[in-house]
């Protein structure tokens, strides 16, 4: 069904809808050649004050190499900082096929593009580069806000910035929390599913939001 008023402003997450990421410790650790042994080794203390220090990574409050520093305590030496740091950087897998395409159709129509995601310092310098950027018209994300989803308060910035209101976008998000947040301040929100194609499902959404792509 499509909706009764076009959105004026296409929004969409980076990791998981835009961009294949490792979505745990364990895994982005494995893609750098950490052994098994030492994957088994990491405790639960260890894995939530790796991910609280995260929390404070992505909202700017540290940079990545404060980020590796705390990560190389917390492992008591058992990982080194050069390792941390490549697996960080693994979280970033490759963007998904047609999605770079499809910002750039919905662009085409003279529908509004952006991007909220949750990210850090050391992300943001490599997601800049993907080829969909250069079809994302607004680029926003939690570290240059100071903020993190679901957090409302992250999303009115967001209206602040691009002077677009809730009722006007359409965010894509692979997560369910964040697409409740978003409705919550008047938003449209498509949770997309990152298992599958990604680009299909943003040209869908888009569509059924009224823009003629």
């Known amino acids: 069904m499509v909706a009764r008023h076009p959105v004026r402003l296409v929004c969409v997450d980076l990791g998981g809808v835009v961009i294949r990421i490792r979505r745990t410790l364990e895994e982005s650790l494995h893609a750098v050649g950490v052994p098994g042994y030492l994957l088994e080794s990491i405790s639960d203390d260890e894995r939530r004050s790796v991910h609280a220090h995260a929390a404070l990574h992505q909202r700017g409050e540290h940079d990545y190499k404060a980020f590796v520093e705390h990560a190389y305590s917390v492992f008591g030496g058992r990982l080194d900082r050069e390792t ?56 926003h994300a939690s570290h240059l806000l100071g903020l993190e989803k679901p ?61 003629a792509v």
């Open 84 to 139: 941390l740091l490549a697996a960080h950087d693994a979280i970033l897998a490759d963007e998904y096929p047609g999605v770079a395409h499809a910002l750039g159709a919905i662009r085409a129509t003279g529908a509004m593009t952006a991007c909220l995601s949750n990210t850090n310092d050391r992300h943001w310098e490599a997601l800049v580069r993907l080829p969909a950027f250069a079809a994302i018209e607004h680029q």
């Open 151 to 211: 957090g409302e308060a992250i999303y009115r910035a967001f209206e602040r910035k691009v002077g677009v209101v809730g009722s006007d976008i359409l965010f894509l998000d692979d997560l369910g929390d964040n697409c409740v947040a978003a409705r919550a301040c008047g938003w449209h929100a498509v949770r997309i599913d990152h298992e599958r194609d990604t680009a299909s499902q943003i040209i869908a959404a888009a569509r059924a939001h009224g823009v």
